[in-house]
């Protein structure tokens, strides 16, 4: 079974950027989407988009849209997040994830999560 | 966005006892729904995906119940290392795909 390895924590400037990676480990990423959940410090899971690999077709959560972009290449080989016009309230850990139970696609059930990488955002 | 409300938001529970966290849709998200658990530092963990089917590899202490609005998830025979925190996820409606607010199971 794939895994997922996710690179490592960043320290950003307010109104920077930031983008992290998301790569298969073990294998090639399947046609299942690969998500991109968001965890501030002591908080419940937000999740903020998915990207087809192999097809680049992406969708967003509405309150992330005009802030993020997914983006795949090689293979694909790797897919990555960058969030845009960073705020203190930005900071968290930021996990990719995918659906490789086999299950329809819909069920969109995450078996397979990255460790996470973790974002602070200050000034 | 459909809202997902999980209730308790914390329990205290004795190891050996049955353990009971519900999930509320804000609408009828038929059997779109998993259960996660979350250990500080960790990934989540799928538990159970469409409301009641168990994860490869899962204990059988776990179990997943509901249809429409309302979910469960129970945990029938706490053991020490099912103290964590369990968050709903409804997949019905995407985007946004949403989870509950989690629940946090702790040692009584």
């Known amino acids: 079974q794939v895994q997922l390895v996710q690179s490592g924590a960043e320290v950003k400037k307010p109104g920077s950027s930031v983008r992290i990676s998301c790569k298969a480990s073990?294998?090639?990423?399947?046609?299942?989407?690969i998500n991109w959940v968001r965890q501030a410090p002591g908080q419940g899971l937000e999740w903020m988009g998915d990207?087809?690999?192999?097809?680049?077709?992406?969708s967003y959560a509405p309150k992330f849209l005009g802030r993020v972009t997914l983006t795949a290449d090689g293979s694909p080989t790797a897919v990555y997040m960058e969030l845009s016009s960073l705020k203190p309230e930005d900071t968290g850990v930021y996990f990719c994830a995918t659906d490789q139970t086999g299950t329809p696609a819909q069920y969109d059930a995450f078996d397979v999560w990255g460790q996470g990488t973790l974002v602070t955002v200050s000034s | 966005d459909v809202q997902m409300t999980q209730s308790p938001s914390s329990l205290s529970a004795y190891v050996g006892d049955r353990v009971t966290i519900t999930c509320r849709a804000s609408q009828s998200i038929s059997t779109f729904l998993n259960w996660y658990q979350q250990k500080p530092g960790e990934a989540p963990k799928l538990l159970i995906y469409?409301?009641?089917t168990l994860q490869s590899g899962v204990p059988s202490r776990f179990s997943g119940s509901g249809f429409g609005t309302d979910f469960t998830l129970t945990i029938s025979g706490l053991q020490p290392e099912d103290f964590a925190t369990y968050y709903c996820q409804q997949t019905f409606i995407n985007p946004p795909l949403t989870f509950g607010g989690g629940t946090r199971v702790e040692i009584k």
């Open positions: 990207i087809l690999p192999k097809l680049g077709s992406t």
């Open positions: 073990g294998g090639t990423f399947s046609d299942s989407a």
């Open positions: 469409a409301a009641s």
